[in-house]
């Protein structure tokens, strides 16, 4: 098997928080969205019907546990989970907790408004805390 | 338990594919693009973290059945899978067939373009062999 390599606009676009058993999480750098990205580190994998059973069962119970600290930090009013793909095809699922006063609200986040970069003690802190929560 | 009531959003635009053990199957109509969307038939349930774990996992295994039979019956390029919910908030599991060519490729189909509805005997044909993949 080869060895698991992060695509490079996802390298570019985020910065790491851990790795669970199966997915490296990664916290997208734009303070529009509390949102999180799982890549299972499965090398070549791009669609979710593409894992084996084991590792789709695994997957969902890690966005139920990225899904619940992102809840229960960021008290958010809805979470938006997708895996789509169209222009990284590295397999990653998006977990975006969403907000009612949120610049895109209610329309997905994808291509709504530019990326602001979090301010770097503000990254720090909710990396720090979603480390916690998700003990990685 | 309540008795499950699917959304009149969802029963306005879709048409009825067939229930899987957990998930209602309907299929958008959306000529745009080949386009099932999953409703698990549980009363009251906004997020994928709010099912119970045998749910969840049950959920996954179905949106690995719903893609395989769209990716058999349509050759597409690429299965775009997302629960976001921020207009209905029953939680229900989009599944999208994409191809380079459709109008909305390679953004989300969400608020892409506007919807055309099927050819009657096209939507029929199609329903009846996602039907024939998925046993329901």
Redesign the interface.
């Known amino acids: 098997m080869k060895p698991f390599v992060l695509h490079p606009q996802l390298e570019r676009d985020t910065v790491p928080v851990g790795d669970l058993a199966l997915s490296r999480v990664l916290l997208m750098n734009d303070a529009n969205y509390p949102w999180l990205i799982l890549v299972p580190r499965c090398e070549g994998i791009?669609?979710?019907?593409d894992l084996a059973?084991d590792e789709?069962?695994q997957?969902?119970?890690e966005?139920?546990e990225t899904?619940?600290a992102l809840?229960a930090l960021t008290e958010c009013e809805?979470?938006?989970?997708?895996?789509?793909?169209?222009?990284v095809p590295q397999l990653h699922v998006h977990i975006v907790a969403?907000r009612h006063s949120d610049p895109a609200?209610?329309?997905?986040v994808?291509?709504a408004v530019p990326a602001i970069a979090y301010e770097p003690r503000v990254r720090d802190g909710f990396v720090a805390a979603l480390r916690g929560r998700l003990g990685v």
Chains 1, 2 share one sequence.
Not at 105 to 108: A, E, G, R, S, V
Request: aromatic share 6%; charged share 25%; glycine share 6%.
């Open positions: 791009v669609e979710i019907v059973e789709r069962r997957l969902m119970q966005i139920a899904s619940a809840k809805k979470l938006n989970v997708a895996a789509i793909g169209n222009i969403r609200w209610p329309k997905p994808w291509g």
